[in-house]
C-alpha cells in the first residue's frame, strides 16, 4: 500500500528547502563555471562540469513543475508559485503562468488529441515529436520572450560581463538544450508513446523500472511517470516510495 498523503513526512519546509538548494546550485555553479578558463581545463572536467550543470537545468524544471502542483510550498500559495516562476524563468524565461496551464491540460487529457504534449502523427518518431514539441511551447508572447531574452542574455554577458562564448556554450546553452531532451525522452516520448498492445491505464503512461539512484540521474525521478500522474501531489523526492518494480 502506498503511503499516505497526509504523512507527517511531507513537511513544506523540505519542499522549499529543496527547491531553493537547487536553485543555489545553479546559480552558484553557473557564476562559477562562467569565469572558468576552460584553457587549462582537461577535457574530462568540462564534460563533468557540462553533465552537472545539464542536472541542474533540469532541476530547474523539476521544481517549477513541482510548484505547478503546489508541492514546493503549500502553506503558501504565493511563495509556491513565486519559486515556480523563478525557477522556470531561469531555466529559459518560460512563463510560469503559460507553462503552467499547458503541463495541467496535459494532466487532464494525457496522451490524447487533446494534450499539448501529444502528437499522434509522431507515433514512433522522437525527433519530429521533440521538434513539435519545441514549436507548441514557443507561441505567442512566451516565443518573443524566450527567443529575443535569451538572445539578449547571450550577447549582454558575453559584450558587457567578458564571458568568452566557449563558457556561455559549454555551461549554459549545450545543457539547457540537453536538458530539455532529457525532460522530454525521459517524461513525455518514453512514458506517453503508445506501446504495442495499447495503454493499460487511464494515465496512459507507463513507468521506467530504473533503481532509485539512476532514476534520480535520468530525470528527478520523471521517469516513474505513472506514479506521478497517479498521484501528482506527491513532491518529485518522494516519488520512489511510490514506485513498485515489477514482480520478476
Not at 522549499?16 to 536553485?23: T, V
Not at 556561455?168 to 503508445?194: A, D, R
Request: aromatic letters at 16%; glycine letters at 6%.
Amino acid at each position: 500500500m502506498s503511503p499516505a498523503l497526509s504523512s507527517p513526512s511531507f513537511s513544506p519546509w523540505l519542499g522549499l528547502a529543496i527547491a531553493l538548494l537547487i536553485i543555489t546550485l545553479y546559480l552558484g555553479s553557473w557564476i562559477a563555471c562562467l569565469q572558468l578558463d576552460i584553457a587549462l581545463l582537461p577535457g574530462w572536467l568540462i564534460l563533468l562540469l557540462m553533465a552537472f550543470r545539464t542536472f541542474c537545468h533540469t532541476g530547474l524544471f523539476i521544481t517549477a513543475h513541482d510548484a505547478i502542483h503546489g508541492t514546493v510550498f503549500p502553506p503558501r500559495r504565493w511563495v509556491n508559485d513565486g519559486i515556480g516562476a523563478i525557477a522556470m524563468a531561469l531555466y529559459a524565461l518560460f512563463l510560469y503562468p503559460v507553462m503552467r496551464e499547458k503541463h495541467l491540460q496535459h494532466h487532464a487529457h494525457p496522451a490524447t488529441e487533446a494534450d499539448p504534449d501529444y502528437y499522434s502523427n509522431a507515433e514512433g518518431n522522437p525527433a519530429l515529436w521533440y521538434g513539435q514539441f519545441l514549436w507548441d511551447y514557443l507561441q505567442g508572447t512566451q516565443r518573443w520572450v524566450v527567443l529575443i531574452g535569451m538572445t539578449v542574455l547571450f550577447h549582454g554577458f558575453h559584450h558587457f560581463g567578458h564571458v568568452p562564448f566557449s563558457n556561455l556554450l559549454l555551461f549554459w546553452v549545450i545543457p539547457n538544450l540537453i536538458s530539455s531532451m532529457q525532460l522530454f525522452f525521459i517524461g513525455i516520448y518514453l512514458p506517453h508513446c503508445e506501446p504495442p498492445a495499447g495503454h493499460q491505464n487511464i494515465h496512459r503512461a507507463t513507468t521506467l523500472h530504473l533503481p532509485v539512484f539512476w532514476s534520480l540521474l535520468a530525470c528527478y525521478h520523471f521517469g516513474y511517470h505513472w506514479e506521478h500522474h497517479e498521484y501528482p501531489h506527491v513532491p518529485w523526492y518522494y516519488l520512489p516510495a511510490y514506485h513498485r518494480f515489477p514482480a520478476s
